[in-house]
């Protein structure tokens, strides 16, 4: 600071130019100012989002192709629906948890494979963000890239999906291993019987743990400096810390 009024002080004895005063007052005072919005242009910004979200994808949503992307991630791992706990619980107490088991391992065998059939439509949806969106999107909330790509791909996701784990089930034998539990659960005396479409209930479910592995990717760079691994992310990213 003393630097500075020093050269206050020497400037209409000097004569310098507006802008050679500015340079001098940088060199004796250097400091990183931060980079104004204005000064991020709409494509940057564009292909910072674009670059985190395939960031999510590429770091989170393959993780869930791999054996165990679900069955062994508690964050995402599928369960029996609602109407099937009694279910559960009841095969336990007969002696039947192994079954039940079987049952669940294999709901998640179904929704890893799905997933694989995700990466085309989820490059489109990336491809397709506008400047506007982009922008909007910087600025929202934690999950607001999660969500503009759960709109854009929602619905071609759950119809690649369905049929995928349909497959899954039929080439795994989940089809009958899950015939086989309802069957014997709906002859038990006194239970109210069940037949659920596990088909859509594990499409939803495999759908709903992609978009939440994409959110912990988006949230951890949004809020970590060091998840911002290239200079774009730390220019464009920078933007919305201070809003």
Known sequence: MKKIIAILILIPTLGFSQIKILDEIKKAFPIKLP????????????????????????????????????YKNNMVKIL??????KVDKTLRKIGLSSLADKGILLMNRAAEDAVK????????????????????????????????????????LYAKFNPVIKNSFAKVGADKVW?????????LPLVKKVNPDLTDYTTN??????????????????????????????KVFGIQDKK
């Open 205 to 234: 479910k495999a759908l709903e743990g992609v978009f939440k592995m994409i959110a912990v990717e988006e949230i951890d760079i949004r809020t970590n400096l060091k998840a911002r691994t290239s200079s774009l992310l730390q």
């Open 117 to 156: 059939e995700s990466t085309p439509i989820f490059v489109d949806a990336v491809k397709n963000m506008s400047f506007t969106d982009a922008k909007s999107i910087l600025m929202g909330n934690d999950n607001s890239a999660t969500t503009y790509l759960q709109t854009a791909t929602t619905t071609p």
């Open 80 to 85: 029996l629906p609602d109407e099937l706990q």
């Open 179 to 187: 015939a086989s539990i309802i069957k014997k659960y709906n002859t």
């Open 35 to 70: 980079t104004p919005v204005s000064a991020v242009s709409a494509l940057d910004i564009s292909n910072g989002l674009k670059e985190a979200l395939q960031n999510g994808i590429t770091k989170q949503v393959t993780k869930l192709t791999s054996v165990d992307g679900f």
